[in-house]
């Protein structure tokens, strides 16, 4: 064999080897991000509990009286969406969807459930979204996909709550970002307004500080080739899942919050949304609060920024 020809096949096998490598990792990252370990129903309602201790009393009433129930949907795919849903105690048209984080399921925002249902006196729905609590799928879809289930959830809110509702679309963390990515889609005259707290510019720009952060890697070539296969096994991929693109197209008013000392969802994150964002909208940012903590920093000043601004659409 002529040394050109060595040269060649040593070449070609350590390509070979670099795009195997590259392909093995981006499976490894595209696993390890949209398919973690899941907390049971059961252990979500007891960490939810312990933590917020206030929500006691009014969740064990609503377990004596059987008012907080479940419901499930078929989604357009197939796929089996679990929720749990409670009327408010006297007849309303007000209405919360409230929607939960990452790794997170429906039962692990009964607090925020609890701001609507009992300060707020609204009807409440609480999806677990793809991968989580009682909801089917494959993998996490980090809002983009899941945004098409929430509008599902809100053209079901009729059945539960009955007609001429007026809605808001209410979200933690991945929530935000689903609640930001619904926006900017065609919905129901129903939902009135949105809730963002803490939520992420793009699947893309999370993603990119968490490999930095993580692993001390660049976005290039591993996120890239991530997003690639991300994009052939469940449809989507990271650039296109953009909270900032969706809210670009929202005429709804918007509530931003976001905690100062967030380096989860980076505070600067907020800043962006907020300035692309068309008015009417408000922005809330708490201090010394850490990622998703702001209503347990500060419970009433939170229940009360709700309330002033949902109370503006919600009448």
């Known amino acids: 064999m002529s040394t050109r020809k060595k040269v060649t ?67 357009k795919d197939g796929e089996r969406l679990h929720a749990v849903y409670a009327k408010a105690t006297q007849p309303t048209h007000r209405t919360a969807v409230i929607v939960h984080g990452y790794t997170d399921q429906a039962m692990e925002m009964l607090h925020i459930g609890y701001l609507y249902h009992h300060d707020l006196h609204c009807n409440i729905l609480l999806p677990d979204l793809r991968f989580s609590g009682l909801t089917g799928g494959k993998a996490i879809q980090m809002g983009w996909k899941d945004r ?10 009729p059945e539960l709550f009955g007609n001429n509702l007026q809605i808001a679309v209410h979200g933690i963390s991945m929530g935000a970002a689903t609640t930001m990515m619904t926006s900017g889609e065609q919905l129901p005259e129903t939902v009135k307004c949105f809730v963002d707290d803490c939520g992420y510019t793009s699947v893309w720009d999370q993603f990119a500080k968490e490999l930095k952060e993580q692993f001390g890697l660049p976005a290039f070539p591993l996120l890239n080739t991530a997003s690639w296969l ?46 692309i ?21 500060y419970p009433k000043e939170y229940t009360e920024h709700v309330r002033n601004f949902t109370g503006k659409y919600l009448q």
Request: glycine share 4%.
């Open 230 to 275: 991300c994009n052939l096994k469940y449809g989507w991929n990271f650039k296109e899942a953009s909270s900032l693109e969706q809210i670009k197209k929202c005429k709804l008013p918007m509530l931003f919050i976001h905690g100062d000392q967030d380096d989860y969802v980076p505070t600067w994150m907020v800043y962006d949304l907020y300035d």
């Open 148 to 157: 098409e289930d929430v509008i599902e959830w809100i053209g079901h809110t």
């Open 277 to 297: 964002k068309s008015e009417p909208k408000e922005l809330w940012i708490t201090k010394g609060v850490a990622h998703a903590r702001s209503y347990d920093v």
């Open 9 to 75: 096949i040593t070449v070609i096998s350590i390509i070979a080897a670099l795009v195997a490598t590259l392909i093995g990792g981006g499976f490894y990252m595209l696993d390890y991000a949209l398919c973690p370990d899941q907390m049971s129903v059961e252990e979500a309602e007891k960490v939810t509990r312990e933590r917020h201790k206030v929500i006691n009393p009014w969740l064990d009433s609503l377990r004596a009286k059987n008012a907080l129930r479940d419901t499930f949907i078929i989604a």
